[in-house]
């Protein structure tokens, strides 16, 4: 098994930001702030039929001028709206919710007057106005972790005649109260550059996504606003796609808070490869795949699994989250289970599941867990299975002939919320549904998919139509 995961040295520095509020955004113009934050003004009534894990009245609303429809990007305790000011009346425009890179087909676009507000998710008042001139606007992650939001503007030197013309990318990443983090300038139109935790991630092959792992796949990873100092750029294993870095076996989220995991290839034909957790500060290993004991039911043969799929899902505190394949012989079957990092002691065993029949269905829908209610969901072959992260113990799950839902969240009240779809006429129709978490009883089957709260690890859930946009309290169904 290869003895290095990660390589540690030192690199200058991607250049920054000051971090204060000095104008210097991707358009120059700099953030406003609402020194009152005062609540939002009325808004319109929520009209629609009662939604189960919500309060019956809300907290606070906004309008949706014109034809657009109000979807802010989620920072928890944040909601950013992008307003395009060229439309009259203003309109709302998309932020790209995967973070990490920026749509490649945005930055094509001209870029136009926009604003972005920063809104107190309780009350709807506005923390900080950005004006931008943006080719794309996307989520992205800072240092442990934290939700941002990036901005980038591709500009082109034109040809002088004989040289070809040019790219370039300033991309300034946010904080949830609208101050610089920090900007990158980079050549090109951004293709292939994420930020990650307060990381520029590079993939060697300008972007390409090549999960090949003989290919000497690498990223490498340079902190962001360090000042103007020296800065340790990180070289990780692995090809990142901007989900998680990986091979054709493993995958693993590329940073986890304070660690950061790297692939294992194996020495010799056969050999699985195996996941690395470091610790970002030292660089030091300190938990690994090939290092615990794979959970029963997973086959194994001389000392290694034969399944060529594992992929860690999630670190919360001491805990990691994994996922397994059952084995060679069982292509789509998974198990799960969850390990202590400190002494690398397996919690619990979660339930054995077969994948849907379409490979694309488990990308759709990953694994729904909600560590603080130790509430797990995960899409199968007939439906939705549910469990308890603590103690592996499954409440439920669909078996054949039933409505086959899909989970997309949990309430912090217990609901789950999903999809469902039906054949009417020949043709598929999807509504959204809920159901109490740890029963399954039904509480909504016909809902609106706009109608699916959104809560963000918050005990606020938000909801889109083309009335308006409503923030609810949390309630009891």
Known sequence: MAAVGVVWSLGMAVGCGSGGD???????????????????????????????????????????????????????????????????????????????????????????????EFRDRATGAVRTSVKVSASAVAGATWHGGTPAVQVRTVTTTPSDGLSKEKDSVSITVYDPSGKVLGTVRHAGDGTGLYIVDGHLVESRKRGAYDPSPTGGGTVTATPIGTGGKSGKKRTISGVYDGKEVADLEVGAPLFAGKYCFGVLSGKGDGDKSQLAMYELASGKKVWSTEDIEPPRGVHVQDGERTSSDLRVL?????????????????????????????????????????????????????????????????????????????????????????????????????????????LEDGSSHTTGIAVTARTKKVLAKELDQGLLPHFNGTDLGWVSTEDGFHVFPSARA
Do not use: C
């Open 22 to 116: 000095d104008g210097d955004g991707p358009s120059g113009s700099g953030a406003h702030r609402d020194g009152g934050g005062k609540p939002a003004a009325a808004g319109p009534a929520y009209r629609g039929p009662a939604i189960p894990g919500l309060a019956k009245k809300q907290a606070w609303s906004l309008p949706a001028p014109g034809n657009s429809v109000a979807r802010p990007y989620d920072l928890g305790e944040t909601l950013v709206f992008r307003k395009n000011l060229a439309d009259k009346p203003a309109s709302y425009d998309l932020i790209d919710s995967t973070a990490g890179q920026a749509g490649v087909e945005e930055s094509e676009k001209e870029p136009g007057p926009e604003v972005l």
């Open 314 to 422: 999630k670190v919360d505190g001491d805990t990691v989250y994994t996922r397994w394949g059952k084995g060679a012989l069982s292509p789509g079957e998974r198990i799960f289970a969850s390990y202590k990092i400190s002494s690398r002691e397996p919690l619990a065993t979660g339930p054995g599941i077969r994948l849907p029949e379409t490979s694309l269905s488990e990308d759709a829908a990953p694994p729904v867990l909600d560590t603080r209610q130790r509430l797990a969901a995960v899409a199968t072959e007939n439906g939705t299975t549910v469990w308890n992260l603590r103690t592996g113990k499954e409440y439920w799950a669909q078996e054949a002939g039933e409505t086959s839902m899909t989970a997309t969240e949990f309430s912090p009240t217990g609901v789950l919320y999903g999809t469902r779809s039906t």
